[in-house]
């Protein structure tokens, strides 16, 4: 390689490792001037240096720079002890015995006529016995290709257990994928009540909702639950960094399968908005049907908002979703 083209080379990864550097810095602070003068000086360290020094020298000062900001960045560790956003102070724990899923902290909030949450949470035990259905829940909040997605499993005593895999914001954060992508945030599993987590999407934030029934042997079903739920108690007990791309609310809950799933068809798990799609390519969604038909049906808005508050909830967003039978048995058969 010429000198040249040497050159050409280290002037990229200068400007790489700087923006790099000023973003890895910007999402730390509540303060937003803080968090600007801060991503402002590695900018300006490195113009100031290519005005003042000689080449080789901002390249030295460069990697210098780089390198305590990579220090600082690989040894920062989620804490889980933080002054967080309501809704996110409490986590779920669970206890598996036998059969027996005993979940402190299960969420059930209740939403005012605007929107203000009123934070409850019980004790519920469930059977993993009787677990009878699992359903995926896309809700769109940015665009066809953006949505949360969150699980919800079903058992023949009329109860559902909703899981949501979430970003764990502070007080004065928001949520933006690109935060996510630089440790803003921890991991957070919430376990609830459908007429919080899935009401608070469709009735509160009013998303477009998706319910679609997932085709799985119920013994599968059963294992895929407890799977979760002893994911949730780790996550709980050792706290994880959110990511956008490789740790969000989709990834966690295809953890075990996506690094199995075609090439062609990750980019479908990752793009969260596109995975009810992959899963009907892959066949765990009912299938008889035309795609955009059994979107369509599973469309929930406006059963929720009508339901809003019923105690019948759950059954009645149920009411337009193409089942799957034989591949999973139906609830209270």
Known sequence: MNTSAGSVVGDLLIVVSTVWMALALHYHRPERWVRWLI?????????????????????????????????????????????????????PRVQIEGDLVHVEHFRCFDYGPSGDPRPHYEQRTFDLSKVCSVDYFLSHWKGPIIAHTLVSFGFDDGQFMAISVEARRQRWQRYSPFWGLFRAYELMFVIGDERDIVRLRTNVRHERVYLYRVRLPVNRVRTLL?????????????????????????????????????????????????????????????S???????????????????????????????AGIIDSQPAVEACGT
């Open 288 to 318: 008889d049907v035309p795609f955009r038909e059994l979107q369509a049906r599973g469309a929930i808005q406006n059963l929720a908002l009508e339901a809003n508050d019923s105690s019948e909830f759950s059954q009645r967003i149920r």
């Open 226 to 286: 407890r799977d979760y739920l002893q994911r949730a108690q780790a996550v709980a007990q050792r706290p994880q960094w959110y990511n956008s791309i490789a740790s969000n609310c989709t990834t966690n809950l295809f953890y075990h399968q996506h690094r199995q799933t075609r090439w062609w068809l990750r980019p479908g798990i990752f793009l969260n908005g596109l995975s009810a799609r992959t899963l009907y390519r892959l066949g765990a969604l009912a």
């Open 39 to 91: 991503s402002l000086l590695p900018i300006a360290v490195v113009l100031g240096s290519l005005v003042l020094l000689p080449h080789s020298w901002t390249c030295a000062l460069s990697l210098a720079m780089f390198a305590v900001v990579w220090l600082w960045w690989f040894t920062r560790r989620p804490l889980g002890s933080r002054d967080w956003a309501l809704g996110m102070e409490i986590r």
